[in-house]
């Protein structure tokens, strides 16, 4: 894994390359397409596959301690797991998806983490300096159709 580690990149107009300690470790082909991407799901792991397939995903990060689970709700409800994407390690953003049978009408979702250590995200609001931010993150949505 090179979660961490220092790698350089030579980027050619077909291709995009990963060399850690001058052993390349990576090649792909490029992609033109602004935040494109062109992974082959077929040589990803099976985790890593069911979080790419289901679309975009939503990130979480648990400073030190890593994303244990993120939790979301819908107006004031029970709180629901999502699913997390692959884990690169404690100091990395992790990426998480979560789907629901919507009603019509306007709702409020909001969403929190539970990191590795069993601690609930603070729903008191904060700023990020010099501890970090917290309160959920909440929107508000209206469901037509």
């Known amino acids: 894994m090179l979660c961490g580690e220092e790698v350089e990149a030579r980027l050619t107009g077909a291709t995009v390359e990963i060399f850690r300690r001058g052993v390349r470790v990576a090649s792909h082909a490029r992609s033109y ?3 494109g991407h062109t992974t082959i799901t077929e040589h990803m792991p099976e985790s890593h596959r069911a979080v790419f397939e289901a679309g975009d995903a939503i990130t ?3 400073h ?3 994303v244990g689970k993120v ?3 819908v107006d004031g409800g029970p709180w ?3 699913t997390l994407g692959p884990d690169a390690g ?6 998480w998806i979560w789907t629901w049978d919507s009603t019509r009408g306007e709702h409020e979702l909001q969403a929190r983490v539970v990191d590795t250590a069993g601690k609930v995200q603070d729903e008191a609001l904060a700023n990020a300096f010099p501890d970090g931010s917290s309160g959920l993150h909440t929107i508000k949505v209206t469901v037509t159709g």
């Not at 404690?90 to 990426?95: D, P």
């Open 33 to 35: 397409e602004k935040y």
């Open 60 to 62: 979480a990060w648990a």
């Open 64 to 66: 030190g301690v890593g």
């Open 71 to 73: 939790q979301v709700r």
């Open 80 to 82: 629901n797991d999502a």
């Open 90 to 95: 404690i100091e990395y953003w992790r990426q």
